[in-house]
């Protein structure tokens, strides 16, 4: 089966502008991740989807980020505006129907650099 | 709230050893714990599930144990290679993340085999 899918692989914007990454979960999967890992520490959860609703948003800078997974199946996460800080790897993952004992996938990333 | 700390940060051992990367967690209400592989660059590529109801998972060289009780998991390392530098993470399922469960990762052991 296909893995998780994102797009792109790296960006680089200049701080104040807009940037918006895509997420194409493993088909069938009800849960979606969007983690943010900066260089050199472990992913941070920023939003968790259970279909196409939030379970989790807590860490998501809300001023400035923003996150939608409409049908439940694609997911986007957009930064609006960038401040240099927000240059990292952003990861999505999914995890299948069968609930929270199942295995999460994860896909490649997208390097953000903000300048 | 679930905290997971991995130790060491960094490893580097002469090929051949045998080693072990240490994970532990503060809250034993979990579904599941994984161990995963980053190379630089890139995404994680999933090593081992280990169920909390399990003991122990292998794969090939890899043998992952869990101790729920005491907030611990263990990955080891047989023969080691040089290929498998990479940094290697930690998460566990928590309870409070919905149907999916909530996926929080430590930060990760980067690991060195010299030839």
């Known amino acids: 089966e296909a893995g998780v899918a994102q797009s792109p692989r790296y960006k680089i914007i200049e701080k104040r502008q807009s940037v918006a990454f895509w997420c194409n979960p493993i088909?069938?999967?009800?849960?979606l991740y969007w983690y943010q890992q900066i260089l050199g520490q472990g992913p941070k959860l920023l939003i968790q989807?259970?279909?196409?609703?939030?379970?989790?948003d807590s860490q998501l800078p809300k001023d400035r980020f923003s996150a939608e997974r409409l049908k439940g199946v694609d997911s986007t996460l957009k930064i609006q505006p960038a401040k240099l800080e927000d240059s990292a790897v952003y990861l999505c993952?999914?995890?299948?129907?069968?609930?929270?004992?199942?295995?999460?996938?994860f896909g490649q990333g997208t390097r953000l650099t903000v300048v | 709230k679930q905290e997971v700390t991995q130790i060491p940060a960094a490893l580097s051992v002469p090929e051949g050893e045998n080693l072990v990367l240490n994970c532990s967690f503060t809250?034993?209400?979990?579904?599941?714990l994984q161990w995963f592989r980053q190379d630089p660059g890139k995404g994680l590529t999933s090593l081992l599930l280990?169920?909390?109801?399990?003991r122990e998972q292998t794969s090939g060289r890899l043998n992952a144990s869990l101790d729920k009780s005491s907030g611990r998991s263990t990955l080891y390392i047989a023969a080691s290679q040089p290929g498998d530098s990479a940094t290697y993470l930690c998460?566990?399922?928590?309870f409070g993340g919905g149907q999916g469960g909530k996926l929080i990762f430590g930060q990760g052991t980067e690991l060195s085999v010299k030839p």
């Open positions: 993952a999914s995890k299948g129907s069968r609930g929270a004992s199942t295995e999460a996938f």
């Open positions: 088909s069938g999967h009800a849960t």
């Open positions: 989807f259970q279909n196409n609703g939030v379970v989790d």
């Open positions: 809250d034993s209400a979990i579904y599941n």
């Open positions: 280990i169920q909390s109801s399990q």
């Open positions: 998460a566990v399922s928590s």
